[in-house]
């Protein structure tokens, strides 16, 4: 018995390349394409240690692909989910495809998120790279986003870090539409506006305890 594979051209196999019509570029003017490059170093009085320094500035294209929808949304102050036709989940960060066994990897539909989130757990940073430490303490949320059943990660302002709660309720406050560039820094998490939050107790003491001493270091930074 002899068997025959035929394989199709790569013309069937791929689609066509999409036609971008709407291009922008925000690059600032000083960042040029040089890969990794020392640019300079210190060195002790004893001459026993030594710090170099390094601009990674290489360009990176992120092909989004079936996921654009979700990105293109947050340009437009918008987020994107995606829900099964059959069960009915949704998640954001989106699937593809519905996750439960029964569904048979239902591909999901786009479904656009009312602007409200709900903490399902966080953590509050004290430390962090050069570029945010003013910016310290940051609150970090875990949130579903609408009827979301999966969580999604973000900052949370506009509060005080004690004063966090499981389940709180949150709106999704987007920065204003010429400073967006369809990233999730494009938007961030608040307390809902009808939110107070509870009394003080052990629990919050011990976190303001913790974060005091970082917003009056914070105020020591030039
Ligand atoms: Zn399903």
Known sequence: MTMTVSLNSKKDRFA????????KDYRPADVKEKGLVFVGHEISDDR???????????????RHGWNSKFFIGLL????????????????VPVRSH???????????????????AKVHTWTVAGWSGRSSLKRLPIILAY?????????MANELHKMNPWDVEFGMPLKIVFKPRDQRVGAVT??????????????????????????MPVYEWVKTLK
Request: net charge negative; glycine share 4%.
């Open 143 to 151: 949130a579903n986003i609408g009827t979301s059943k999966v969580a």
């Open 16 to 23: 066509d390349q999409p036609n971008f019509s709407e291009k």
């Open 76 to 91: 437009e102050g918008k987020i994107m989910g995606t829900r099964c036709p059959k069960c009915g989940d949704s998640w």
């Open 186 to 211: 494009d938007f961030h998490f608040e307390p809902a506006d009808f939110w107070k939050p509870s009394p003080m107790n052990p629990e919050k003491q011990r976190i303001k305890d913790l974060v």
């Open 48 to 62: 026993t240690a030594m710090n170099q320094f390094l601009h990674y500035d290489q360009l990176y294209t992120i």
């Open 98 to 116: 519905c996750w439960n066994l029964d569904c048979n990897l239902e591909k999901t539909e786009w479904v656009e998120m009312p602007l409200t």
